[in-house]
């Protein structure tokens, strides 16, 4: 255990201020005490003696004899020898109830290296000049609290320590009840005051009932469980300024470089990157200028050692505080570190780690975006805004943790689980109309309204998002009210159509971290390329033939191969699902996800990679064709007749069917 010193100089405490308006009794209650003492002591032969030294007959009579103290009252110099009297007789008489605190802390504390001072009232002196203030929280005789009066002290030139003392278990602050028994709660209260006024003074704040101040033992526990907390706040607070200063040095020298541009040469380097990407103005210069900070910071090698000295400090203080809970607000802060919760607010275009709530089949389903930035961005080619991507990839959410597919996240109190083998595709432009709603990202748009240019949306964009609410207007505009199931590219989604809005049942929630996306998407790399079949590494080349195909007794696009020499027939799985549902069969997402599923997880001694396709190819076996069938998709080969006949027993829709 660390001695009380050692605690004091580590601190750099020297100079302690005690404020309580208890520390003295009122003139009133000292009034009723010398009352009190004078009649119980009118045979107090002493007292009478000392009092005749002082006063006339005639009063010492009216005192003892008559016990007539009005006189007193009405003169205020004999009514202070009196109580100069009382202090040499019985010093404890006039004491305030507070006078009991002052004597521990002197006890405490009390040593030729620590100076202590005491005050009634807040502002009679000055905060700055002492190192710990020790104060009561209420103060009667003004009517306001210790908080409430701290904004008027200034304490800016050094790091000061504030213990409040108070009988009240519960304080106030900005129309919010705080628990002081409750550490957590106390610790809420104090950060967020000292968050809220850090640019008018650099203090620590902590609370020690005055339940605890009767017994000597149990007050000084108290003190030094405080201290050790007000310690381990020193140290955050040195590396926390240290960053701070770190920051602001990064953050003027990136400004003190950016002025020695004019608007030409700003104008140049946004144009120069607006005509390459389809980004906006703002979004770009707040991009660059954040990168301009980031390098320029990691130039200022002195500063960053000091921020590490301060950091081996923390790693290596040993805490003596064995209930300490766990802190709510490091949750916090990870949460807003990993989610930008402001994208909707911003009107941002789709990007690389949007979140969304997809409604499939009555459900709320949570799901990621893993397509990648580069191809979602809009770009103008051949005088069209578009964009390479036409159809979104989103990996849904899971209950449950079930394998190595499955990616588990904590956002804040939130534990959320995607899992890579549970995937959809969306078509983009679904997507793009969350960009519209700034309050809750709902995927929706008015027939035939256009919108004006948000400050996060390019050139390129903004024309994109307008023509496509015409283009989606003069498609929807017939549909009656109520849901409607439509097609593209062979995706299914359902629409409902109320007046002139359109929604898609879809919103956004959210944006994750960049690297928190790319290792969902590296997860499902890995396992959509783990196959245990790699390239022949023969010198003899197999070729495989392209088989006659039909679907449901009608041409199609489907693709089978066929090799004589090994006699196996190869197709690609989601080759055989997309083209089943570009020509018009209704395929549910989730009927696609479990058959791609189970074709990654059960079957992949079934899978093959050729340098013929290059790609992923599925061998169609008893055992593979079974996961199809189960699906509702039945796969019967010929390698007889070099044919393969498939059969969907999902509903078609007819063209007019679709759009109607």
Request: with cysteine; charged share 30%.
């Amino acid at each position: 255990m660390k001695a009380v010193n050692k605690l004091l100089a580590d601190l750099n405490i020297s100079r302690i201020l005690f404020v309580d308006d208890q520390l003295e009794l009122s003139d009133d209650d000292k009034l009723t005490q010398m009352r009190i003492y004078l009649s119980k002591e009118k045979e107090n032969h002493e007292l009478r003696d000392l009092v005749k030294k002082e006063l006339c007959e005639v009063e010492v009579e009216m005192i003892f004899e008559q016990e007539d103290f009005s006189f007193l009252q009405e003169e205020p110099d004999k009514r202070e020898i009196i109580f100069n009297i009382m202090n040499e007789i019985e010093p404890e008489l006039l004491e305030g109830p507070a006078k009991h605190i002052e004597k521990k802390l002197t006890q405490y504390f009390g040593s030729d290296d620590i100076i202590i001072e005491t005050a009634l009232i807040p502002n009679e002196k000055n905060f700055d000049e002492f190192d710990l203030i020790i104060m009561d929280y209420n103060y009667k005789n003004g009517n306001f609290t210790a908080l409430e009066v701290l904004g008027d002290q200034t304490l800016n030139n050094k790091l000061t320590y504030i213990i409040f003392i108070s009988s009240h278990e519960v304080f106030e602050y900005e129309e919010k009840s705080y628990n002081m028994t409750d550490s957590e709660n106390k610790q809420d209260l104090f950060r967020k005051y000292m968050s809220n006024n850090i640019l008018e003074f650099k203090a620590l704040l902590n609370f020690i009932s005055k339940n605890e101040v009767d017994s000597k033992d149990r007050f000084f526990a108290s003190l030094y469980e405080t201290l050790l907390e007000l310690e381990s706040g020193k140290l955050m607070f040195e590396s926390l300024f240290s960053m701070k200063n770190l920051l602001d040095k990064g953050v003027n020298e990136a400004f003190r470089k950016l002025l020695l541009t004019n608007s030409k040469t700003l104008k140049a380097l946004i144009t120069e990157k607006l005509e390459s990407e389809g980004v906006s103005e703002t979004s770009y210069l707040i991009d660059f200028s954040l990168s301009l900070v980031k390098n320029l910071i990691t130039d200022s090698v002195s500063e960053m050692e000091e921020i590490h000295e301060n950091l081996i400090n923390i790693q290596g203080w040993s805490c003596e505080i064995f209930d300490f809970e766990t802190d709510n607000h490091l949750r916090d802060l990870r949460r807003i570190e990993l989610l930008d919760e402001n994208v909707n607010m911003r009107n941002d275009p789709i990007d690389f780690g949007d979140i969304y709530n997809i409604n499939i089949d009555g459900k709320t389903l949570r799901g990621i975006l893993i397509s990648q930035s580069c191809d979602l961005i809009v770009r103008e080619i051949n005088g069209t805004s578009k964009r390479n991507a036409e159809v979104a990839s989103i990996v849904l959410e899971t209950s449950n943790s079930t394998g190595k597919g499955c990616i588990n996240l904590r956002l804040g109190t939130e534990e959320i689980v995607f899992d890579v083998r549970r995937h959809i595709t969306v078509p983009t432009w679904v997507l793009d109309f969350t960009s519209l709603d700034a309050q809750e990202g709902t995927s929706r748009f008015e027939l035939n309204k256009s919108n004006d240019r948000e400050f996060t949306w390019g050139n390129f964009f903004h024309k994109y998002i307008n023509n496509l609410i015409t283009n989606k207007s003069e498609e929807f505009k017939g549909l009656a009210n109520g849901e409607h199931i439509k097609w593209s590219k062979g995706i299914a989604y359902t629409i409902k159509k109320d007046g002139d809005i359109i929604d898609f049942q879809t919103s956004r929630v959210g944006r994750l971290d960049h690297l928190q996306t790319l290792s969902i998407l590296k997860a499902k790399t890995e396992l959509e390329t783990r196959i245990p079949l790699s390239l022949d590494l023969s010198n003899e080349e197999i070729k495989y033939s392209l088989l006659e195909a039909r679907l449901n007794n009608e041409e199609t696009d489907l693709e089978f191969y066929f090799n004589e020499k090994d006699k196996v027939v190869l197709a690609s799985a989601e080759h055989i699902i997309d083209v089943i549902q570009a020509e018009g069969f209704q395929v549910k997402q989730e009927v696609r996800e479990e058959i791609i599923s189970k074709v990654l997880t059960e079957h992949t001694e079934s899978i093959k990679v050729t340098e013929q396709f290059g790609k992923r190819m599925l061998i169609i076996n008893e055992n593979t064709a079974k996961t199809f069938f189960e699906g509702g998709i039945v796969i019967q080969t010929s390698k007889k007749n070099k044919s393969v006949n498939v059969i969907c027993r999902h509903k078609k829709v007819t063209e007019q069917k679709q759009f109607a």
